[in-house]
């Protein structure tokens, strides 16, 4: 009886032992997987930026801009005023 005590004594220390090491690893792997989904929800909000930008490149308002920064351009009814040098 009593090599039956020990024996499941044992057991019960090997098992604690790995339960602890078990723990140790979730806690590892949960802190891992709440920064993986911080990265993927930044990503989708910078999806969803670039998915705005290009909406907003194919505007009208988007070229009369860049036309007007680049390349210089006016619509017909607008005065430019230079200050002088």
């Known amino acids: 009886m009593f090599l039956v005590t020990i024996v499941v004594l044992m057991l019960l220390v090997v098992v604690s032992i790995n339960s602890v090491g078990l723990?140790?690893?979730q806690k590892a792997y949960q802190e891992k997987e709440q920064a993986l989904q911080e990265q993927i929800d930044a990503e989708e909000e910078r999806s969803e930026q670039i998915e705005e930008y290009r909406k907003y490149t194919q505007t009208k308002k988007y070229v009369e801009e860049v036309a007007k920064e680049k390349l210089g351009l006016v619509n017909k009814d607008?005065?430019?005023y230079k200050p002088e040098e």
């Open 23 to 25: 723990r140790r690893k």
């Open 78 to 80: 607008e005065i430019i």
